[in-house]
């Protein structure tokens, strides 16, 4: 039987071309019932404040760069979405001292300019390797942190990229929030063209994506709209620059962090479902987690939600 067309855009896969059964069964999920899908390889864990939820996030980073030494670096892969965790890292670091010159890190994706051909420029107002040096890399004291080398962004040409996360360097953790379209960095949902008009990639055609170039789910554009930009749509690139799945699982842990006004109370209970019960389908690309060794969902409690129907 054929799939139902995206809600969204008819262009796209996405999770509303999911069995109304399955979004049904989610959505009635309560945020006990969010609670208790943890299994041996997945970890739901709860904070109450935004303080509890942000430092643990930032402690996540120190620990990993804590591990790194000159013989075996140690790094962490993180995004912009939230950000809140970074000026944490910076304070902690500087306030206890902590050497982190052996330590790495990577960017988990950046936004590309179809017009030049390129990422954007640091200047551009949503550059995420600004973001991350400004909230961050440039508070850490210079006799502290790592050298500019050992800041690794994704760039147009992946290669330089692809080529350091095969160096040698351990990543310890990959950080990250969920959008909307459920994607970890810029991993979306494929067009509904071609060979995948009448159904996504499967599971194992999708693992094998590294860092690459993506055209955006329109979803995606809007959300960072509404997250970053103001609501300008017109100011969001189409395309973006992302780590891959291949990458992914090149990562000791994958933690993703559910701060409450990235994705909805329907999404942040979708993906942790799909996990839990190890329903894997592209059209939901943070569901391919399932089948990561080492997944933990961090959910700030209050920004859990409902999905009960109410009209404003």
Known sequence: MP???????????DYTTLDPELTEAVARLTVKDVERLSRPGFKVVMYDTHEDFYLAEAL??????RRSTDDNPVGICGPIGPTEQLPLVARIVNALGIDVRSGHFWGMDEWYDETTGREVPTTHPLSFERTDRELCFDRIQKKLRMPDAQLHFPKADPTPYRQSWQAGVCCAVMQGGQGDVKHWAFNDPYPRKGRHKDAPPTPEEYRKLGTRVVKLHPLTVAQNARTSGGGNISLVPTSAITVGPVETWQAEKVSIWHAGH?????????????????????????????????VQFNYFRPGIGTCTVEMH
Do not use: C
């Open 3 to 13: 799939r139902k067309p995206s809600a969204i855009s008819a262009e796209w896969w």
């Open 60 to 65: 996540e980073y120190v620990e990993a760069w």
């Open 262 to 294: 990235h994705d909805n109370p329907f999404g942040q209970r979708l993906t942790a479902y799909m996990i839990s019960k190890r329903i894997v389908d592209s059209a939901v690309p943070m569901s391919l987690l399932a089948d990561h060794p080492n």
